[in-house]
Nanobody, 122 residues
Framework: QVELVESGGGWVQPGGSLSLSCVAS????????MGWYRQQSGKQRELVAT?????????NYADSVKDRFIISRDTAKNAAYLQMNSLKPEDTAVYYC??????????????WGQGTQVTVSF
């Protein structure tokens, strides 16, 4: 099992910055990838960014956040981070930390944090 605890988020004006943190506990050694997803009101949850937990930390971003958001991880702290810059009102959403864990070669398990609200408005 993997537990994810998020922190950060809040309210910011358009053009501002916020950062999110996610600390993982439990069966960390088999975590393959961590990431951030978001869910806007009335919409489905969507990918924001992912990063491989080991190795070089390969990243992947949604087109809508490329060049504005930066995902990173610190394996010594079992943590993943999302630095959000140049925020727009359309970035307003509940942001969820996600971890993907290898159980067997053919079995992956997904874990979610509780979510944290990010609001971008004047």
């Amino acid at each position: 099992q993997v537990e994810l605890v998020e922190s950060g988020g809040g309210w910011v004006q358009p053009g501002g910055s916020l950062s999110l943190s996610c600390v993982a506990s439990g069966t960390i050694y088999s975590v393959l990838r961590m990431g951030w997803y978001r869910q806007q009101s009335g919409k489905q949850r969507e990918l924001v960014a992912t990063i491989t937990y080991g190795g070089l930390g390969e990243t992947n971003y949604a087109d809508s956040v490329k060049d504005r958001f930066i995902i990173s991880r610190d394996t010594a702290k079992n943590a993943a981070y999302l630095q959000m810059n140049s925020l727009k009102p359309e970035d307003t959403a509940v942001y969820y930390c996600h971890a993907e864990r290898v159980v067997t070669l053919n079995d992956m398990q997904n874990y979610w944090g509780q979510g944290t609200q990010v609001t971008v408005s004047f």
